[in-house]
């Protein structure tokens, strides 16, 4: 009995944490306390125990002085069990974060008294407080989500309950937090969810964090921008989830928009005379440019209806025989025809009375900035050869750049002096009819060259160039050696202003082909498992352009679906989002595809309607469609590789293995 009694003093003096006994009558004071408790605080035990003072309350962080004088008077008055969280003062002056649970019993003389038992909380505590810290300056989002197909979530904090807006839930009414966490998706824009999807697939199947900005739809129909992290995780449970921590940079990235669009009108102001904005969601239109004209000065900056502003424009300023034209444009416009049917702005020329009454001939074009904003930018034809070309170069590369390559084929700056030239800058298509490389052109830009040299090589007459030079424009008809096929364009240059600014123009005419097109549109074959290629009979199609390659595989994967603009720069440019540039930059890559094709002689094979674009697939044979004919003939071509070129294939690819595996 006595080894027994002498255990029982060595486990609590030694092996229960922290482990004290008190005496609950007043004076409160500690009767008993272990060696454990003693290394604990860094205490000795006659520091400790005392009949008349709680000499232990001392160490008690004075902060918390008063949460344990509540924590005694509860256990004096309801002698049961309670725990509470507190901070010790070490001997060392180090703090203590501790746990105490203590439970009383009254002895039969009526003393009441406390079994006491601390654990040690410090880093628990101290991690705590650093999120909480990190929660406070930095308020991120987060969420946890299943890696089902269609993500359910399972934890969401309150910074991003906040972002998203939700209203509060009566009695009857619609949880749209619960409609929200039941699908992620509902979280994200329709136009962002394939790259969402991407992106989780990515994670998944690399098992590596991805990180960048994203668009979320909040619950009242705004948009939030955050940036954030995904990553892969294994749960408590064992189970695979995603983890995504954000934060919001909605302000930071509507004032980069802001100004991003003030460059982009700085520079628009430079070449047209009146801009126009229309928001197609509240149905009005503002002019935010005048050029001072006393027509428009006035409405500056003040947004008016749509119908009335350009029926009262039509009707005060555009010539009679032209008006129906004007306003079926501006209908289609409405109507949101225009942007989706060409590939590049679309365009008008009309005439109409200017300020000073005359009749002059100008020249309009829609620029499409978002999805309900677009600009009508206009200017007077005549104008049009001194201004936009009188730019210094560094205006023309840095804030013209996007601009000129929408309007034109091409721009180039030369420095003509006597018989020599120093070309500044150009568009790689300029340098290509030039007949140089781009080293040879850096060359060039740093010693000159005499003009009839550096003329020669483009196969253009010298004559023709010197027209170019005297009268401001001249065409030219040349043959493409890239191309094989022969070109006619025009070309605009600057007469007053040094240096002298070159714009190109495609006019079109019959183009001679070469043996390019020699193929007609015989036996096109595609090849998918794998890298992906193109081949007209026996011959790879050689693109110029990766983006124009990758649209083609794009609309093949489709498998004879139409691909609208949105959803291809999703894919061509996964990390960017729809906004004019990418609109421009994707119709430039359409343009491209279109007319590598057409030098091949198999442009049917693409089908554009109303902007959207879609493969024939009749008229192509194509070794992803033959696997999925089901014809056993084909049923060994999947050998476990699909559009390795592409990170976007793995969609597609991980149905064609699930088919194996069935």
């Known amino acids: 009995m006595k080894n027994t009694l002498n255990n029982i003093d060595a486990i609590l003096s030694r092996n229960i944490s922290g482990f004290h006994q008190y ?38 962080y004075p902060a918390d002085a008063g949460l344990y004088r509540r924590f005694i008077d509860d256990l004096k008055s309801k002698a049961s069990e309670l725990t509470a969280q507190y901070r010790l003062t070490k001997k060392d002056g180090s703090i203590l974060y501790v746990s105490d649970t203590m439970s009383c019993e009254r002895l039969e003389d009526g003393t009441l008294v406390g079994y006491s038992v601390l654990t040690d909380i410090t880093d628990v505590k101290s991690e705590n407080d650093n999120l909480r810290f990190l929660n406070e300056t930095i308020p991120c989002g987060f969420l946890k989500y299943t890696c089902e197909k269609q993500p359910k979530v399972t934890y969401i904090n309150k910074h991003m309950v906040d972002f998203f807006r939700f209203p509060e839930t009566h009695d009857g009414e619609l949880d749209y937090m619960e409609l929200y966490k039941n699908n992620i998706f509902l979280m994200i824009p329709m136009e962002e969810r394939r790259k969402f999807a991407l992106y989780l697939n990515r994670v998944y199947t690399a098992g590596a964090p991805v990180a960048g900005e994203m668009t979320l739809l909040r619950c009242d129909g705004t948009r939030a921008h955050v940036f954030g992290w ?112 060409d590939l590049k702005p679309p365009q008008i020329t009309y005439k109409a009375h200017s300020s000073s009454g005359e009749i002059k001939l100008y020249n309009g074009i829609l620029l499409n ?8 930018c206009c200017r007077c034809a005549g104008d049009l050869r001194e201004d936009a070309l009188r730019l ?23 420095r003509v002096t006597n018989e020599s030239v120093k070309p500044l800058y150009a568009s790689d298509n300029v340098c290509k009819f030039f007949g140089f490389t781009k080293d040879e052109w850096l060359e060039i830009m740093k010693k000159g060259a005499p003009l009839k040299q550096f003329v020669a090589r483009s196969g253009v007459a010298y004559e023709e160039f010197e027209r170019l030079l005297k009268n401001g424009e001249a065409e030219f008809t040349y043959f493409d050696l890239e191309s094989k096929s022969e070109k006619h364009i025009k070309a605009i240059c600057s007469q007053k202003s040094s240096p002298r600014y070159v714009m190109l123009y495609n006019i079109g ?15 096109v074959s595609i090849r998918t498992f794998g890298y992906f290629d193109v081949f007209v009979g026996d011959r790879p199609i050689a693109f110029r352009n990766k983006k124009s390659k990758e649209l083609f595989a794009l609309l093949v994967d489709r498998r004879g679906g139409y691909v609208s603009s949105e959803e291809a720069i999703s894919f061509l440019w996964e990390d960017e989002p729809v906004s004019p540039v990418t609109l421009a930059r994707y119709r430039k890559v359409a343009l491209r595809l279109k007319n590598i094709l057409e030098e091949y002689g198999i442009s049917d094979v693409i089908e554009s309607v109303d902007g959207k674009r879609r493969i024939v697939t009749e008229k192509v ?13 084909f049923s060994q071509l999947f050998k476990g590789n699909y ?5 976007w294939g793995e969609n597609t690819l991980a149905e064609l293995a699930g088919d194996i595996l069935r």
């Open 621 to 633: 044979r194509c070794d992803l469609y033959d696997y999925l004919s089901g014809k056993e003939e």
């Open 369 to 376: 900035m978002d999805r309900r904003t677009s600009l009508y």
């Open 230 to 341: 995904v990553t892969k995780c294994v749960n408590e449970q064992g189970e695979e989830e995603f983890q995504s921590v954000c934060i919001d940079i909605t302000e930071r990235h509507h004032a980069r928009k802001e100004d991003q669009t003030k460059r982009y009108l700085k520079a628009l102001t430079d070449v047209y005379d009146k801009i126009f904005e229309y928001d197609l969601e509240t149905n009005t239109v503002k002019c935010v440019h005048s050029n001072n004209s006393p027509m428009f000065k006035w409405l500056e900056n003040i947004s008016i209806p749509i119908d009335d502003a350009i029926e009262q424009w039509i009707s005060s300023t555009v010539v009679e025989e032209n008006r129906d034209k004007v306003r079926t444009f501006f209908r289609d416009f409405r109507q949101r025809k225009l942007h989706e049917s």
């Open 643 to 647: 559009l390795t070129n592409y990170s």
């Open 23 to 60: 005496v609950l009558n007043d004076p409160v004071h500690l009767s008993y306390v272990s060696k454990n408790l003693c290394d604990m605080v860094g205490s000795t035990e006659n520091e400790l125990l005392s009949e008349s003072d709680d000499l232990y309350a001392r160490l008690v």
């Open 392 to 414: 210094e170069y560094d205006s023309l590369k840095e804030n013209m750049g996007e601009l000129v390559m929408r309007l034109t084929e091409g721009a180039a700056a030369f």
């Open 509 to 523: 005419g019959k183009e001679t082909t070469g043996d390019k097109n020699s193929t007609g549109n015989s036996a």
